[in-house]
T-cell receptor
Framework: AQSVTQLDSQVPVFEEAPVELRCNYSSSVSVYLFWYVQYPNQGLQLLLKYLSGSTLVKGINGFEAEFNKSQTSFHLRKPSVHISDTAEYFCAVSVQRKLIWGLGTSLAVNP | DGGITQSPKYLFRKEGQNVTLSCEQNLNHDAMYWYRQDPGQGLRLIYYSQIVNDFQKGDIAEGYSVSREKKESFPLTVTSAQKNPTAFYLC??????????????FGDGTRLSIL
């Protein structure tokens, strides 16, 4: 069965520091991968997606992610975070007609 | 601007009552989804619909019902059979009927609480 594991439930970081949010998936078929962000009491917003092609994917708000097929990972990175990046981040994999979701990583950016 | 509208933003229900959450989209998307979100549990799929007049159960359909009479509308009814309905409910949509590789677009959610 397909699954998504977000390895850290909480990540505290200081403003302007780099951050990596880790995501591993398991799938026996071709995968399509997504990262979403959720601000408090709001819906989810698509940050970036990997469908095919280059394994380094750039998204909105300065985020990027790297697809690593051999390690079945899709880690999200940002070289310098802002206070406004404080939010919940979700990794998801597309399987047939649905998305399989990780449990989320809470990013807290401190001044 | 195109998007997904969920209403109301906050909803209160008395014990034993059914309540319906509204979801409307003007993105001309074929597929629509309902999720339930609880703290620490991520998103769990309740129901989804790939086309008008057709829908499938997700992972936690018990105590919920849906209809898809129009392409733009996918209301969710939380019935009295749902024993723990307090949660944040999210509606989403995506292009096309296959859903493979298509990102989902989300509304701003409805927070349901029991009085």
């Amino acid at each position: 069965a397909q699954s998504v594991t977000q390895l850290d439930s909480q990540v505290p970081v200081f403003e302007e520091a780099p951050v990596e949010l880790r995501c591993n998936y398991s799938s026996s078929v071709s995968v399509y991968l997504f990262w979403y962000v959720q601000y408090p009491n709001q819906g989810l917003q698509l940050l970036l997606k990997y469908l095919s092609g280059s394994t380094l994917v750039k998204g909105i708000n300065g985020f990027e992610a790297e697809f690593n097929k051999s390690q079945t990972s899709f880690h999200l990175r940002k070289p310098s975070v802002h206070i406004s990046d404080t939010a919940e981040y979700f990794c998801a994999v597309s399987v047939q007609r649905k998305l399989i979701w990780g449990l989320g990583t809470s990013l807290a950016v401190n001044p | 601007d195109g998007g997904i509208t969920q209403s109301p933003k906050y909803l209160f229900r008395k014990e034993g009552q059914n309540v319906t959450l509204s979801c409307e989209q003007n993105l001309n998307h074929d597929a629509m989804y309902w999720y339930r979100q609880d703290p620490g549990q991520g998103l769990r799929l309740i129901y989804y619909s790939q086309i008008v007049n057709d829908f499938q159960k997700g992972d936690i359909a018990e105590g919920y019902s849906v209809s898809r009479e129009k392409k733009e509308s996918f209301p969710l009814t939380v019935t009295s059979a749902q024993k723990n309905p307090t949660a944040f409910y999210l509606c989403a949509s995506s292009i096309g009927t296959s859903g493979v590789g298509q990102p989902q677009h989300f509304g701003d959610g409805t927070r349901l609480s029991i009085l």
